[in-house]
């Protein structure tokens, strides 16, 4: 990376940062928006994909950072592109539940191809009883294992099975005595007939709680009373496993159709086989083996995923660790009621063999610097063809591309501010997707941005 690029990304990442809600030290109030850095030469160059906030809709941008399409009918993250210009993410959310009342993919145009709002009945704000999806944080659909674009797996866009994230209210004394609001994945078909489920509450001696974890999950988990519910996991990840060398040398656990999570609330990552068994986990104690020891506490994770095949690192595991506060287990001065007892201020990618557990490659920010990279919640990472990762750094609005070697080559800040001014920028999820999967739009010219030096950057005096 060049000390110009450096100087700019370290600026920026320092600006949204802490231009966020939470943050704890002061930040310049004027700064660049849109696409900051742009190498055409080193960058895998597509249309990005993304939802905004406050509910904006679905906005699709080029290279450098013009916006070509703009959904509205849909805006939940995540949102996706099919081949041919079709889109799908989650409807308005049901306040104050974070889920979306119904999944819906939309051609080009807006036309609805496809709905599911079937989960269960609910009751509005308005007090009307309706159908709803209860979809939150994700879901896939049959052909792409992972929801982003790899050489080889399209998604279908006529037919073919998704796979939902949803939520069900239970309740479990062993777990605890409040309300669960409880994590529930549906697989649909095409016509909306659930073909698998499965119910996070259901597996709780599988997911590796000590003692003193058992004991803070059942009598302190965190109540909400708008909700009146308790999210004990949070799971805000889902993904098929997808075709992988590990199964195909005979590694059971890695069936493609095995199914990924995230529990960001607990620090665990886990696979689930089809008949509903926990058969791979990651966490919630990162001191279990020495190869975690190695790898360090993942904290408040989102999107791991297997990297499909066709793509660099494929069957690597690959996660976006957040840091943040996150965890169950023995209390301690800064969580003296046993949640959230891991932190961290900053933020790393991780590829991971998920085998051994060996870190085989790591995008952050090392020493005091760390807290330049940091986003502690939402954000993901895609590998892409060219071997480069993209980035959302989600919960300040950055998106921005990397090499093998960490060099950006592609940075963009999310250019949404409130009616004084004040940016809110966050998004969930970002992907890629090539040229030619959207045929309506003519291929853009790619100007190359080049960010100033710092040192030159200021306003004269007059």
Known sequence: MT????????FLAALVVTLSPIASISAPTVYPTGTTIYQPDKAWSGYTIFNTPNAQGIVLIDMNGNEVKRWTAIVAGPA?????????????????????LA???????????????????????????????????????????????????????????????????????????????????????????VLWEWLASDHIDELG??????NVIYRSLGWNEDRKSA??????????????????????????????????????????ARTGEIVW????????????????????????????EGLPGAGNLMVFDNGGSAGYGSSNPAAPNGRNIATRNSSRVLEINPVTLEKVWEYSIPGGRAILFFSRNVSS??????????????????????????????????????????????????????????????QPSERAVVPPDLSDFHIEPE
């Open 3 to 10: 000390r110009i690029q450096c100087s700019i990304t370290l």
């Open 80 to 100: 996706r592109l099919f081949p041919g210009g079709g889109v799908m993410a989650g409807t308005a959310r049901r306040n104050p539940h974070a889920e979306s």
């Open 103 to 193: 999944l819906v993919q939309l051609d080009w145009d807006g036309n609805e191809v496809w709905r599911f709002d079937k989960t269960e009945q609910v009751q509005t704000e308005e007090g009307e009883m309706v159908w709803a999806a209860r979809q939150h944080h994700d879901w896939q659909r049959e052909g792409s294992p992972v929801g982003y674009y790899a050489p080889g797996a399209e998604p279908s866009v006529t037919s073919g099975h998704t796979l939902i994230m949803t939520h069900k209210n239970v309740t479990v004394p062993e777990i605890s005595d409040k309300r669960l609001e409880d994590d529930y994945i549906l697989e649909v078909s095409w016509s909306g007939e």
């Open 209 to 214: 709680f000590s003692d003193d974890a058992r």
């Open 231 to 272: 999210d004990w996991l949070h799971i805000n990840s889902m993904t098929y496993v997808g075709p992988n060398r590990w199964y195909d040398e005979g590694d059971e656990r890695f069936h493609p159709k095995n199914v990924i999570i995230s529990a960001r609330s607990a620090n665990i990552v886990a696979i689930i």
């Open 281 to 308: 986990r990651m966490g919630p104690d990162y001191r279990e083996s020495e190869a975690l020891r190695e790898l360090g506490q993942i904290i408040g994770q989102h999107h791991p995923h297997i990297i499909p």
């Open 381 to 442: 990472a895609q590998r892409l063809p060219n071997g480069n990762t993209l980035i959302t750094e989600g919960a300040d609005g950055r998106l921005f591309e990397v090499t093998a070697e960490n060099e950006i080559v592609w940075e963009y800040v999310l250019p949404y501010f409130n009616t004084t001014g004040y940016p809110v920028s966050n998004t969930y999820r970002a992907y890629r997707v090539p040229y030619d999967w959207i045929p309506q739009l003519q």
